[in-house]
Nanobody
Framework: QVQLVESGGGSVQAGGSLRLSCAAS????????MGWFRQGPGKEREGVAS????????YYADSVKGRFTISQDKAKNTVYLQMAGLKPEDTAAYYC???????????????????WGQGTQVTVSS
């Protein structure tokens, strides 16, 4: 059993920055891989970024490359998503995800991940 609690969401103007945090607890073997998904209004849930906690390899959606950075503090059992250059189209509920192992080619598929947080809202105004 893994528990994921997101924080850091809020409202920001276009061009601004936010940092999301995800505090993880529970079975450490089930959260070796962690990541972030988002779901905007009227949109499907999409993968934003993920990190392999075993080797530090990261993955990003093309839409956020160069603007978002995923990082992990293992001592604090926390994963972060630093978001810069925010755009109105980044408006969404952001979800933290975790799993023991995922195939790298499928990191961006929601069905790949077993554990989900409750989500935190990010709203970007123009």
């Amino acid at each position: 059993q893994v528990q994921l609690v997101e924080s850091g969401g809020g409202s920001v103007q276009a061009g601004g920055s936010l940092r999301l945090s995800c505090a993880a607890s529970g079975d450490i073997n089930s959260r070796a891989h962690m990541g972030w998904f988002r779901q905007g209004p009227g949109k499907e849930r999409e993968g934003v970024a993920s990190v392999n906690g075993n080797n530090g390899v990261t993955y990003y959606a093309d839409s956020v490359k160069g603007r978002f950075t995923i990082s992990q503090d293992k001592a604090k059992n926390t994963v972060y998503l630093q978001m810069a250059g925010l755009k109105p189209e980044d408006t969404a509920a952001y979800y933290c995800v975790a799993d023991g192992w995922i195939p790298p080619s499928r990191w961006a598929l929601p069905g790949t991940w077993a554990n989900w947080g409750q989500g935190t809202q990010v709203t970007v105004s123009s």
